[in-house]
């Protein structure tokens, strides 16, 4: 099976006071040593970046060095893609958003999912139970179920 991860996991994987923490590293060292395709789509890289190294929001915001380093690592894995936009996008896009209407934060998630559906991914690990607001999108949750 192959599936997307969301921002979350590695942001809780990289946060010792998450209480998801312990189940998060876990989840990514599984990820990492694993040999199913994963998708890390730039938004998600983007997000980690700004999460993990915000002071409002991590009790110990990770350096950029440190942040960047932990994204190398897992990007540079050879069952890791990341690809992004293609000609055409704004159009997958458009029938994502047709959907469920995105506005605030789930504009981010929507902007995931046609990434998703562009590249032929059905199932994202997150979280984040505003994916299951769009059609189509298996989540799994890697904090509730075995990953």
Do not use: C
């Not at 060095?65 to 936009?85: F, K, Y």
């Not at 562009?118 to 994916?131: E, F, L, M, Q």
């Amino acid at each position: 099976m192959s599936a997307a991860i969301d921002v979350n996991p590695l942001l809780y994987a990289s946060d010792a006071s998450s209480p998801f923490h312990d189940a998060a590293r876990a989840f990514v060292e599984r990820v990492a040593t694993g040999r199913e395709l994963v998708y890390v789509f730039w938004p998600t890289v983007m997000a980690y970046l700004r999460i993990a190294t915000h002071p409002w929001i991590f009790e110990h915001p990770l350096s950029s060095r440190d942040a960047t380093a932990n994204l190398s690592a897992l990007l540079r894995l050879p069952q890791v893609r990341s690809p992004g936009e293609e000609v055409g996008f704004w159009a997958t896009f458009g029938a994502v958003a047709g959907e469920a209407s995105p506005r605030g934060n789930l504009v981010p998630d929507a902007h995931i999912v046609a990434l998703m559906r562009a590249n032929g991914v059905d199932g994202i690990w997150t979280h984040d139970s505003d994916y299951r607001k769009f059609d189509g999108i298996k989540v799994f949750d890697p904090f509730t179920r075995a990953a």
